[in-house]
């Protein structure tokens, strides 16, 4: 399982971006999707994740602000990001498992067999 994230940049607060994470050789199917974070000098956070089932779950600080998609083809994952934060600003990361985490398992970076290389988003005031 490879991942690829892309799509970081430096944006002004309250802008949108969209984040990538696409699959290689592989479809996203049968896995649990997560989008992560890594502020400097903090934990990775999960912001998101995405089961095979469907459901989606936000955390709250990017709840109504963040959304997850897959394209039709299962192959790429999104996140979009809107009115971006200068507190937003971190290394996001992709990951993925085949065993879904769920309850408190889904909040550890542990629990994600496959990660993507992190893309960089700066939000500047």
């Known amino acids: 399982v490879q991942l690829q994230a892309s799509g970081g940049g430096l944006v002004q607060v309250g802008d949108s971006l969209r984040l990538s994470c696409a699959a290689s050789?592989?479809?996203?199917?049968?896995?649990?999707v997560a989008w992560f974070r890594q502020a400097p000098g903090k934990d990775r956070e999960l912001l998101a994740i995405?089961?095979?089932?469907?459901?989606?779950y936000y955390v709250d600080s990017v709840k109504g602000r963040f959304m997850m998609s897959t394209d039709d083809a299962k192959t790429t994952v999104y996140l979009q990001m809107n009115s971006l934060k200068s507190e937003d600003t971190a290394v996001y990361y992709c990951?993925?498992?085949?065993?879904?985490?769920?309850?408190?398992?889904?909040?550890?970076?542990?629990?994600?067999?496959?990660w993507g290389q992190g893309t960089l988003v700066t939000v500047s005031s």
């Open positions: 990951a993925a498992d085949h065993d879904p985490p769920f309850g408190s398992q889904k909040f550890k970076p542990s629990s994600y067999n496959n």
């Open positions: 050789g592989f479809s996203f199917n049968n896995l649990a």
């Open positions: 995405t089961w095979r089932h469907g459901n989606t």
